[in-house]
């Protein structure tokens, strides 16, 4: 089996050989670039199973250069950003990253996360059928959550993509239907517990969720909110 390719974007050389030795010692196969014209350049020649994303960069930032990814594609996103940066992380997760590391970080922590991404990434079944079993389709809003191909499919049957984050989110939905769930539940459920408290990362995610799933997102009927609660998912009754 092939290793995962893992690239890694920093404008720090020193913080690039770091990275590239010790995810190498676990069999990675980790790629370096300083910028986002580089990435595009390593990206030309193979896909990423991975990018380690750092926000602040020379010439276009982390920000824009996740943006672009998310919009072509699905490759997971791991965004590095400063230890007091609270914006970057919520405009990194509003982007569509997996998940953030802030700075500095213990190397230990990056290999669990990276392994944890891959991990949900590579997680959906190989060569599923084109609609699947009727169980695997769950109603949310004006969309079904096909579990096997792990995207929102519409009524023609056209595939939305999904993080692995908000796949994992929304299976956690689909398993307790008309119960509320807290954040800390959604926390675990759709990703490793953030090195700080950061519950925001929940709601925002949300937001992303309801845009996709719902009829109108400013007035959400499928995933709502239960005031100082939680949020709960409600099936659609038709």
Request: net charge negative; aromatic share 4%.
């Amino acid at each position: 089996m092939d290793p995962a390719r893992v690239v890694v974007v920093d404008d720090e050389v020193d913080i690039r050989a770091m990275i590239a030795d010790y995810l190498g010692r676990d069999g990675y196969a980790v790629l370096r670039c300083g910028s986002g014209r580089e990435l595009d350049a390593v990206l030309e020649s193979g896909p990423a199973d991975l990018v380690l994303l750092d926000v602040s960069l020379p010439g276009e930032d982390g920000i824009s250069i996740a943006r672009r990814l998310r919009a072509s594609g699905h490759t997971p996103i791991i965004m590095l950003t400063a230890l007091d940066d609270v914006v970057d992380r919520i405009v990194g997760l509003e982007v569509g990253a997996d998940d953030y590391l802030t700075k500095p970080f213990d190397l230990r922590e990056l290999r669990a996360r990276v392994r944890a991404v891959l991990r949900r990434a590579t997680a959906s079944p190989a060569a599923p059928s084109p609609l699947g079993d009727a169980g695997d389709l769950v109603p949310f809003g004006k969309v079904f959550l096909h579990r096997q191909r792990h995207c929102l499919m519409d009524n023609d049957g056209a595939c939305q993509r999904l993080t692995a984050t908000e796949f994992n989110l929304l299976v956690a939905f689909a398993g307790n239907p008309n119960r509320v769930m807290s954040r800390e539940q959604l926390l675990d459920a759709g990703t490793p517990r953030d090195d700080a408290p950061f519950d925001r990362s929940v709601d925002i995610r949300i937001t992303r969720l309801r845009k996709k799933v719902e009829v109108d997102a400013s007035k959400p009927q499928v995933i709502r909110t239960v005031r100082g609660a939680g949020y709960m998912y409600v099936p659609p009754q038709a």
